[in-house]
């Protein structure tokens, strides 16, 4: 049984530090306001038939502990019947709700599914939940001893080990605030968006609806002048090939935000007369190296395009995530991929990334930008902490 997109969402995407555009808003009222702009568009589909609401979430802790997803159903006053889960799957963790949505409808067990994705990185700021803790415990520290190191350094191995410059770095990042600026000037995000609304300390509301994040005055002189972000004289001794290249702005910037899309079976979708948008031909899994950590895409592309019978070249869209512009530039040039059908409305770099929200907001943007574009296929892949990576293929072909 086929799983099928009935419709895509997300919030405007806020600057993920104190005083954000919706650093005031809790991380359940973001989620239950795109919940509710989601249903709110298709309002012939009865709240009660969802099955479940599955959510990604990378940093459970303080106010996003609680299962977000049950608690953003409940507040935005949605069925009691209805239940939720939260998935953690670092960074693809948004994606990986996807997955197990369209999964659970092609084995039977849903009709109708809410997959969604939340990350307030103003209010729980990354590694929030270790709470002082030491996450890998020893026996994992002992076999990749002296141990795992930061996204950051994985950055700067994975430039290295690609041949990438800082030159490559800083065009990529260039590139994605120009194509997002573009982007956002002739009103390709419009759709997309739900409009939030956010309380003032004064009582007053305001109200959000274009990203934040996007530096349309970007320019490649000021990207050369900014320091190296992830200088370690330590890990310099460890791994001398690390020519330093990695900054903020050839790096995803953390953001606040909410995405979520509404899955049906095609059975579900033709009793209840819904419009498929597109349907899913393959998922994939892949790991490897996880000091490496970044470069699983490749493998994950290579999974999911072989498993769905396709060739690289049936894929009209790509979106590979910008969690540091050495990803997407290793991804390409492993697979020899042209750049202008990768991210052309820009990525993380531009747009931000909050964590678990990530993975549904780039589908999300990826299927407007296929209707846009009368595109076939897109493939969205994503690197994932401990070395992981999800792919996924979505048609038009419904």
């Not at 989601?38 to 990604?56: E, F, H, K, S, Y």
């Not at 939260?86 to 963790?93: K, L, V, Y």
């Not at 929030?128 to 795992?148: E, F, I, M, N």
């Not at 430039?159 to 120009?178: F, G, K, N, P, V």
């Amino acid at each position: 049984m086929n799983a099928v997109v009935i419709d895509a969402v997300r919030s405007p995407i806020g600057r993920g530090k104190a005083g954000g555009a919706l650093s005031g808003l809790h991380p359940v009222e973001l989620l239950g306001q795109v919940l509710t702009g989601l249903l709110a568009r298709n309002g012939t589909v009865d709240p009660t038939d969802v099955d479940d609401v599955i959510v990604g979430c990378v940093s459970q802790a303080g106010e996003q502990s609680g299962c977000p997803g049950r608690l953003a159903w409940l507040g935005a006053g949605l069925p009691e019947t209805v239940p939720a889960t939260t998935i953690d799957r670092r960074c693809g963790s948004g994606q990986q709700a996807v997955h197990f949505a369209a999964q659970g409808i092609a084995a039977g067990a849903y009709d109708l599914v809410v997959a969604a994705g939340v990350e307030s990185m103003s209010r729980v700021p990354m590694f929030s939940a270790r709470a002082g803790g030491d996450p890998w415990g020893p026996s994992v520290t002992a076999r990749y001893a002296p141990g795992l190191v930061p996204q950051g350094i994985s950055a700067e191995l994975v430039a290295a080990r690609h041949a990438i410059s800082r030159s490559d770095l800083d065009a990529l990042a260039l590139r994605s605030q120009q194509r997002a600026a573009a982007a956002a000037r002739r009103g390709a995000f419009t759709a997309e968006i739900v409009p939030i609304t956010v309380p003032a300390a004064d009582g007053t509301v305001r109200t959000v609806s274009a990203d934040e994040t996007i530096r349309p005055g970007t320019t490649a002189e000021a990207l050369a002048g900014l320091r190296p972000s992830f200088i370690d004289g330590t890990v310099r001794e460890r791994f001398p090939e690390i020519s330093w290249s990695v900054t903020a702005g050839n790096s995803s910037q953390f953001g606040d935000g909410a995405a979520a899309m509404l899955l049906a079976s095609e059975d579900y979708a033709a009793r209840h007369g819904l419009t498929p948008r597109a349907r899913f031909e393959g998922f994939a899994l892949a790991a490897g190296d996880p000091v490496l950590m970044l470069d699983a895409p490749i493998p994950a592309t290579r999974k999911v395009l072989d498993r769905a019978g396709l060739r690289l070249t049936d894929i009209d869209h790509f979106e590979v995530n910008e969690a540091f512009a050495s990803v997407p530039l290793a991804w390409q040039r492993a697979l020899r991929v042209d750049a202008e059908l990768v991210n052309p409305l820009g990525g993380a770099i531009a747009l931000g990334h909050p964590l678990g929200a990530s993975g549904v907001r780039l589908m999300t943007t990826m299927l407007y930008a296929m209707e846009a574009g009368g595109t076939r296929r897109g493939l969205q892949t994503m690197c994932e902490g401990s070395g992981m990576a999800n792919a996924t293929v979505i048609t038009r072909d419904v």
